[in-house]
T-cell receptor, first 111, second 116 residues
Framework: GIQVEQSPPDLILQEGANSTLRCNFS?????LQWFHQNPWGQLINLFY???GTKQNGRLSATTVATERYSLLYISSSQTTDSGVYFC?????????????FGAGTQVVVTP | NAGVTQTPKFRILKIGQSMTLQCTQD?????MYWYRQDPGMGLKLIYY???????DKGEVPNGYNVSRSTTEDFPLRLELAAPSQTSVYFC???????????????FGDGTRLSIL
């Protein structure tokens, strides 16, 4: 099956810093989504981004489907950005919206 | 504006007991999913449904059953609880057409289940 690899596995940031999270996938995909799991365990959908670039406030994401990777940018990080960021893909060989998740990037933002 | 609602939030079961995790969504989504998340890991798909009366297995279906009698509800049943089923369970939904989900997946807050 498709492999979804996220890097780095852990990231410690000082408040106000910028960072880039990466998601590599091993095969073609129908769609790609980024999620934030907050310290209370809630999963929030950040982006639905099969290709191109999207921005939402201090967060933005870019997916280059032909090169099989996606990037999530966090600018001017805040303590509320702490948590785990997951990349999830729907393989092109699959369907019905079934997502394969990466192992996540644990982000800690310190004051 | 409830979205995806899961009950209960927490549950402790004894080995061999059975229970049903409830999931309901009010967004009129046709696609629904059950995932489990083990500590420090990503989510794995247990079962999914593309509409009322239609369900199919995901990556880790053993030990679970589902039904989908209405668009809104997608309960997950554990028949004989085992310690390996200790996990956090998430229900999700999205809109799909032509076999593909073309909108974001929305998640419930999860059910934390311990089997002792």
């Amino acid at each position: 099956g498709i492999q979804v690899e996220q890097s780095p596995p852990d990231l410690i940031l000082q408040e106000g810093a910028n960072s880039t999270l990466r998601c590599n996938f091993s095969d073609s995909v129908n769609n790609l989504q980024w999620f934030h799991q907050n310290p209370w365990g809630q999963l929030i959908n950040l982006f639905y981004i099969p290709s191109g670039t999207k921005q939402n406030g201090r967060l933005s994401a870019t997916t280059v489907a032909t090169e099989r990777y996606s990037l999530l940018y966090i600018s001017s990080s805040q303590t509320t950005d702490s948590g785990v960021y997951f990349c999830a893909v729907e393989p092109e060989t699959d369907s019905w919206g079934k997502l394969q998740f990466g192992a996540g990037t644990q982000v800690v933002v310190t004051p | 504006n409830a979205g995806v609602t899961q009950t209960p939030k927490f549950r402790i079961l004894k080995i061999g007991q059975s229970m049903t995790l409830q999931c309901t969504q009010d967004m009129n989504h046709n696609y629904m999913y059950w995932y489990r998340q083990d500590p420090g890991m990503g989510l794995k798909l247990i079962y999914y449904s593309v509409g009322a009366g239609i369900t199919d297995k995901g990556e880790v279906p053993n030990g679970y059953n589902v039904s989908r009698s209405t668009t809104e509800d997608f309960p997950l049943r554990l028949e004989l609880a085992a310690p390996s089923q200790t996990s956090v369970y998430f229900c999700a939904s999205s809109h799909g057409s032509d076999r593909y989900s073309n909108q974001p997946q929305h998640f419930g807050d999860g059910t934390r289940l311990s089997i002792l």
